[in-house]
């Protein structure tokens, strides 16, 4: 099946066709380096790495481009308060940035380029919009022509004359048309800036993606990506720009994810309702946030709340324990000396069948727009038929079983590489899940063992009323035990 995207740009899907043969080229706009990334930045980061990680699955060789701005106005301003440089400032906030990334399993882009390091690239880009009248200088500040961009407002959809009509005018501004926008910017006293041209100053935030995105990938290039709040005015002004200047469009096909709410609401720091990634990941493992995130199509607006993310702790749980009971089983019938009688059964055949079916729908799913809401649904049937099939495979060896939970592993590894989910041992995931779900209920590890181990002396000695009392007060601190062998195993629910 072809690769299909939503392109914003023509509002419908398309199937991709790649300007190379074989080879995505994709741009995402990174993050502004002043502070701690947010639930927002999250959810852009994953649903980018998972278009990635598929197009990489499916055989095309992948170049990703995700750039840091690192000079900005809340980064001069940030730098002003901390009386600090910008450069201590942007670089503190990347190295947090990365360290959320890693911790979220969103592999290192190809390309993580800076703004400040294409400088040059940016005035060169400057002066030919300048050249060709798409551009003019005044005092020492250049601005876009946006009458001279007769398609101005074609991604955003929206009407050049409505947006001159609803435009704040400023009396005192130098621009010819409040629509314009600023290519560089004239240096105020005391902010850092660059030689150019039209005197000392720095860029304008848009220029700088169109700079770094031809530097890397060229004058046209596949994808481009980001959050649905760049549309307009940051991706209509790259595209004005860019196509400006080089009379080709900037990328064929533009992706952008929908908004993350806070129980309903918009997220704003404004009413408190802000959260970091790193402040979710000291009450959840990583892979919690990434489920709860690609439970939805990305383009649909997601809402965050603790209920949401338990949910998706429940589900991930579910799989872990999947995977821990495949493991475990298929590590007993490798050391079994059964016999199995039939190796070619129609039985085998038909469960083999079925490994093929899931894996086909979830290939599917994610073909069809990067449908991961889908394809969860077909990681979730491989929950169950591993779950059925190593219950009804009990105490009988009818056929060559072990081949089957060989294929189910192999699967769900291809599930999980693709969705970046189920890269922990199940043991790592289920110690690191109960320390962080005690952490956040005020429950004590050590009093919960020593419990168990009381119950586990119990039922030593036969003293099974004592033995059902304490599995009842761990009950009802939400704890479930697992018995097995001479062992006992436990989950907070």
Request: glycine content about 6%; some cysteine; proline content about 2%.
């Amino acid at each position: 099946m072809s690769q299909k995207i939503f392109n914003t740009a023509t509002r419908k899907k398309e199937v991709l066709k790649t300007v190379k043969d074989g080879t995505v080229s994709i741009y995402v706009c990174g993050i502004t380096a002043y502070d701690v990334c947010h639930i927002g930045h999250a959810r852009a980061a994953i649903v980018f790495d998972v278009v990635v990680r598929h197009l990489r699955a499916r055989g095309y060789h992948v170049t990703y481009v995700k750039n840091f701005t690192d000079i900005d106005d809340k980064i001069i301003d940030r730098a002003k308060k901390e009386n600090v440089s910008i450069t201590e400032i942007a670089e503190r906030y990347i190295k947090l940035h990365d360290e959320d990334m890693a911790a979220l399993g969103v592999a290192t882009p190809t390309i993580t380029p800076k703004a400040t390091e294409h400088i040059d690239d940016m005035i060169s880009l400057i002066s030919v919009l300048i050249e060709k009248g798409n551009a003019y200088c005044v005092d020492g500040d250049v601005y876009f022509a946006v009458d001279k961009f007769p398609l101005y407002g074609g991604l955003s959809g929206r009407n050049l004359e409505e947006m001159n009509a609803g435009a704040r005018i400023d009396v005192n501004d130098k621009k010819k048309n409040p629509l314009d926008f600023a290519l560089w910017k004239k240096s105020k006293e005391g902010e850092p800036f660059w030689e150019s041209p039209w005197g000392k100053g720095r860029p304008g935030w848009h220029i700088e993606c169109s700079a770094m995105s031809r530097r890397y990938l060229g004058e046209i290039f596949d994808i481009h990506g980001g959050g649905e709040d760049l549309v307009f005015p940051h991706h209509e002004n790259e595209i004005a720009q860019s196509q400006a200047a080089t009379g080709k469009p900037l990328a064929n096909y533009w992706m952008h994810n929908g908004f993350v709410k806070i129980n309903s609401e918009k997220m704003s720091k404004s009413v408190g309702n802000f959260f970091s990634v790193r402040e979710i990941l000291k009450n959840y493992h990583p892979e919690v946030l990434r489920l709860f995130m690609l439970q939805s199509h990305y383009r649909s607006p997601v809402d965050y709340s603790e209920n949401s993310l338990a949910e998706a702790r429940s589900g991930l749980v579910r799989c872990y324990t999947a995977l821990q009971l495949l493991k475990e089983t298929l590590t007993e019938m490798l050391a079994s000396t059964a016999s199995v009688a039939d190796k070619n059964s129609a039985k085998e055949k038909n469960y083999i069948s079925k490994l093929k079916e899931l894996e086909d729908k979830f290939n599917a799913a994610m073909d069809d727009d990067f449908n991961t809401a889908q394809a969860l649904g077909y990681v979730f049937d491989l929950v169950r038929f591993m779950n059925n099939f190593i219950v009804a495979g009990k105490n009988t060896i009818a056929f060559n079983e072990a081949e089957i939970l060989k294929k189910a592993k192999k699967l769900f590894d291809h599930f999980g590489a693709v969705l970046g989910i189920f890269q922990d041992e199940p043991d790592y995931f289920f110690q690191s899940d109960k320390e962080m779900e005690s952490n956040k209920r005020g429950l004590n590890i050590g009093e919960i063992e020593n419990l168990i181990k009381e119950r586990q002396t119990a039922r030593k000695d036969k003293d099974w009323a004592r033995a059902d009392t304490i599995r009842n007060e761990l009950v009802q601190l939400h704890v479930i035990l697992k018995d097995s062998h001479n062992t006992t195993s436990w989950i907070i629910e």
